[in-house]
C-alpha cells in the first residue's frame, strides 16, 4: 500500500539549525584555522557585514535544503524489502542513509575539489568529514523528532 511522504516540519527545523551550528563548529573552532590555511585565506581577514550576512543566509538555505531532502531520503527505506531491513531500526537506517547519501553525492563532489581545483588532501578530509558527520547529525534528528 502507498504510503504518503510525511514531512515532519519540526525535525526539518531542528535538524537545520543543528546542521547550521554544526558548520559553525566545525569551521570555526575545531577546524577553521587550518581549513583557511588550506584555502589560501587568512585568519586575521574579516568579510564586510553585507558580504557575511550574505553567506551565513544562503548557508541556511543549503542546511534547509539538506534537511528537506534528507526527511525524503529516510522515508524511502522504509520502502527498501528483506528482512534485514524490517529488523533495522530508525537510527541505523537514519545512520546507512545519510552514509550513503554521503558516499554518493557528496564525497564525489568533495573529490572533483582534488581532481579539478588543486585543493589538498587535508583539505578535501576537513570538508567531506563535516559532509558525513552533518549527515549523521541530520538523519539522527529526523528520526528522534
Known amino acids: 500500500m502507498d504510503?504518503?511522504?510525511?514531512?515532519?516540519w519540526t525535525g526539518i527545523l531542528v535538524?537545520?539549525?543543528?546542521?547550521?551550528?554544526?558548520?559553525?563548529?566545525w569551521y570555526t573552532p575545531l577546524f577553521g584555522k587550518i581549513w583557511?590555511?588550506?584555502m589560501g585565506m587568512s585568519m586575521d581577514q574579516k568579510p564586510e557585514m553585507k558580504v557575511m550576512m550574505k553567506g551565513l543566509i544562503i548557508n541556511m538555505i543549503g542546511c534547509f535544503l539538506l534537511a528537506f531532502v534528507m526527511t525524503h531520503d529516510l522515508q524511502a527505506w522504509n520502502y527498501v524489502p528483506g528482512p534485514e531491513m524490517a529488523e533495522m531500526t530508525a537510527q541505523h537506517?537514519?545512520?546507512?542513509?545519510?552514509?550513503f547519501t554521503w558516499l554518493g553525492f557528496m564525497l564525489p563532489s568533495d573529490l572533483n575539489a582534488i581532481a579539478w581545483e588543486g585543493?589538498?588532501?587535508?583539505?578535501?578530509?576537513i570538508n567531506t568529514l563535516y559532509h558525513l558527520i552533518g549527515l549523521?547529525?541530520?538523519?539522527?534528528?529526523l528520526v528522534a523528532l
Not at 504510503?3 to 515532519?8: H, L
Not at 535538524?15 to 563548529?25: I, K, N, P
Not at 537506517?93 to 552514509?99: E, L, S
Open 93 to 99: 537506517k537514519a545512520f546507512m542513509g545519510a552514509f
Open 3 to 8: 504510503q504518503p511522504i510525511v514531512v515532519n
Open 119 to 125: 585543493k589538498s588532501v587535508k583539505l578535501l578530509l
Open 136 to 141: 549523521i547529525i541530520v538523519g539522527q534528528i
Open 15 to 25: 535538524a537545520t539549525l543543528a546542521y547550521f551550528f554544526f558548520g559553525f563548529l
Open 36 to 38: 583557511a590555511k588550506e
